[in-house]
């Protein structure tokens, strides 16, 4: 897909202040710091959109971007961020919850996980819960680059077998692995 246009249109603290044009979005969701950000970049081809940082548990807020003034990226924050209260932790979960539970315009959900750790407990939790919700979705393994391919193909083989008959895709938003392939499966809802 060509990109015209990408911008930031608001960090939402809470629902009331989610978008209101009924574009169609993707959710990008998955544990803190697995690379959310770098991979809306990436897909974006932007260096700076996104904000990423070294650092977990940055994202605190629901980021709409809009993207040819046709849909829009929604990057959701990280779950299980440790450091952070558990009142903030409560906080960022009760907005996902109301965002995934309640948006008519979600289109599908990007799972992002990181292929060298491959799906925790919480990002099996959080698959589920997308499966008993009915939202479609598919499962990004981010950082493919730093596993040889046997290791990235065992990460692969492990995450399918838990997500029976939904894509999962390696993704490296430095190598540029994967790119085209998930912008194949975002433009069947587009």
Known sequence: ???FSAKLVCSAPESSQFPRD???EFAFIGRSNVG???LINSLLKQRHLARTSSTPGRTRLINFFRINENF???DCPGYGYSKASKILRRSWSHLIDQYLEERKQ???CVVIID???GPTPLDVGTIKWLQQLLIPFFVVLTKADKLNRSELQKSLKHTESLVSGVPVLAYSSTKGIGHNQVWLLLNNYV
Do not use: D
């Open 22 to 24: 009924n574009l169609p």
């Open 72 to 74: 829009y990226f929604v």
């Open 106 to 108: 979600l289109c599908s």
């Open 115 to 117: 292929s060298r750790i």
């Open 1 to 3: 897909m060509k990109i």
């Open 36 to 38: 959310k950000s770098s």
